[in-house]
């Protein structure tokens, strides 16, 4: 099997495109740690996927604490043994410009969506080190690539994960460790809900963005899980320090 005996971590793995990641990646053969920092749905979803016969553990972690993301990667060693994979994939989005954002609610964006991969890198490497090295995805976004109007601090904490990406990428060239990321454009699920949400008229938020797509809709999150798979895998030998556009064209345009 693709990923048969690789022991993976997924951050944000209870929802969206951290689930679908986990469930491609479980079921070409990968043992998998689902974290997540809310453990209904965590548990929940473990439950399901073991169920089905996958090997899929839980473990609670907030990616933006130094202490959980620490314990994480050790009870996956302890636990399987090995590290193989990190998606570091949790985030999170407050949508106000930079003057209606208050100090407290950058702080949390640039806590979790940029600290929070930080975090992963920092504990995960050494750890996949051990064992000859491994292969990390970090999921970005569009917004770390372009202006988006009211993302003040979602765009400077995907713009730093990009940068982040490249950094690993270099510093770990030929160490065995491979380090890329995804730049999703508008994906179904809760980061675009509370999206739309926020910006005061979720029907027309939602007619702008499938307009600026070119191929004319959002994405699913299987779309993405499909590349972060790729990605990860040893058919992406030779990819490093990537930034993937999975955005329907929006990049491009
Ligand atoms: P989602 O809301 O379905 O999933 C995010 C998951 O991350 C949730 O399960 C949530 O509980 C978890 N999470 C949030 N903060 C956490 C923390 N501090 N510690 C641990 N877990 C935490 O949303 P989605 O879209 O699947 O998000 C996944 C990634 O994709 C995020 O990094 C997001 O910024 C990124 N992204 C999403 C896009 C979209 O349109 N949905 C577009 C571009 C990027």
């Given at each position: 099997m693709e990923f048969g005996n690789k022991v993976a971590i997924v951050t944000g793995g209870a929802s969206g495109i951290g689930l679908a990641t986990v469930e491609i990646l479980a079921a070409g053969g990968a043992r998998v740690v689902l974290s997540d920092w809310d453990e209904a749905a965590g548990t929940r979803e473990t439950a399901r996927l073991q169920q089905a016969g996958r090997e899929v553990a839980y473990i609670r972690a907030d990616v933006s604490n130094s202490a959980d993301v620490q314990n994480l990667v050790a009870a996956t060693?302890?636990?399987?043994g090995r590290l193989d994979i990190l998606i570091n994939n949790a985030g999170y989005i407050i949508a106000k410009d930079v003057v209606a954002m208050q100090e407290d609610e950058w702080d949390k964006v640039l806590d979790i969506n940029a600290k929070g991969v930080f975090l992963g890198c920092h504990f995960a490497i050494p750890a996949m080190l051990k064992h000859g090295g491994g292969a990390i995805v970090n999921v970005a976004s569009i917004s770390g690539l372009v202006g988006m109007p009211g993302q003040s601090g979602y765009c400077a904490s995907k713009g730093a994960v990009v940068q982040l990406t490249k950094q690993v990428a270099v510093d770990f060239a030929g160490k065995g460790i491979r380090c890329n990321a995804v730049?999703?454009?508008?994906?179904?699920?809760?980061?675009?809900?509370?999206?739309?949400?926020?910006?005061?008229?979720?029907?027309?938020?939602?007619q702008e963005i499938v307009?600026?797509?070119?191929?004319?809709?959002?994405?699913?999150?299987a779309e993405v899980a499909e590349v972060i798979a790729f990605l990860c895998s040893d058919k992406a030998g030779f990819v490093h320090g990537a930034m993937f556009s999975v955005d329907g064209g929006y990049v491009a345009r």
């Open positions: 060693v302890s636990k399987y730049c999703p454009g508008s994906v179904e699920t809760r980061v675009l809900t509370d999206y739309l949400d926020s910006s005061g008229d979720a029907a027309r938020a939602r307009a600026n797509h070119p191929i004319g809709r959002t994405g699913t999150a």
